[in-house]
């Protein structure tokens, strides 16, 4: 058979692009050239890169956003001094430079009355610290003072007696001696007395007086009126509360009432 005659080779070659170039057979920019940017495209890379450089020196090197101050809001037994020293906000620092993690860490860790706290940047100069205190459940009796403790159990603050917090009852330690304070330790003999006055219902939580625990199963209350109330341990306590409520509509006048049994409670005048 015979070959391809020389106009159809002639065919197959790409064309002539005349300034000594092939181009590909697909058409496009002559092969062996690299695309050079235009103009325009240099300018706004170098517009791109000024601004990058601008805003990096803008937060960290010029002086128009720099921490100036502090404030400080939700304190009630805290002086915002006490906050704002333990908080050691870097002043004159960089505002984007400045921790606030570690802001919130060093107030939780040098004031535990702090329960809580939010640390954030408030543009162009300040340090906002929006604090949570923990307030008190129970009144721990230590010598002649107070420990004030929190419904998590953290013994936060020591008060004097004339500046303990009203309305607060009082937690009495009777436990000298018991098996259940060598078994548990006194922090859980804590615990179990705040798990208790969590329970209390609300209408007798505000005549108690004293939480008293002889043991771990051995907690009563102290009413006002000269009332008292068994409890036993801190299990069942919302059962417990209801049989409560249930006895003091029935006995009104009743000055004692056991609801360690919360199925089975009693009540008696004396």
Known sequence: MAGPTTAERGAHKPP????GSAR???GGAPRGRLRVPGPRSLLIAVAVVLLVAATIWVLYGSPWLRA?????????QLSEH????????PLGAPLISVDTDAIEARLRHKLLRVDSVEATRSWPHGIDLKVTERQPVLLLKKGSNYVEVDANSVRFATVDPLKAPKRVPVLELAADGSPSLKRFGSDRLVAEAVRVRADIPATVAADTRV????SYDAISLELSGDRTVVWGSSEDGAAKARSLVALMKAAPKARHFDVSAPTAPS???S
């Open 24 to 26: 590909s057979p697909l």
């Open 82 to 89: 006490e906050v704002e020293a333990a908080a050691a906000v």
């Open 16 to 19: 002539n692009t005349g300034d």
């Open 267 to 269: 009540v008696s005048d």
């Open 211 to 214: 939480v008293t625990v002889r």
């Open 68 to 76: 100036e101050r502090v404030r400080t809001t939700g304190t009630d």
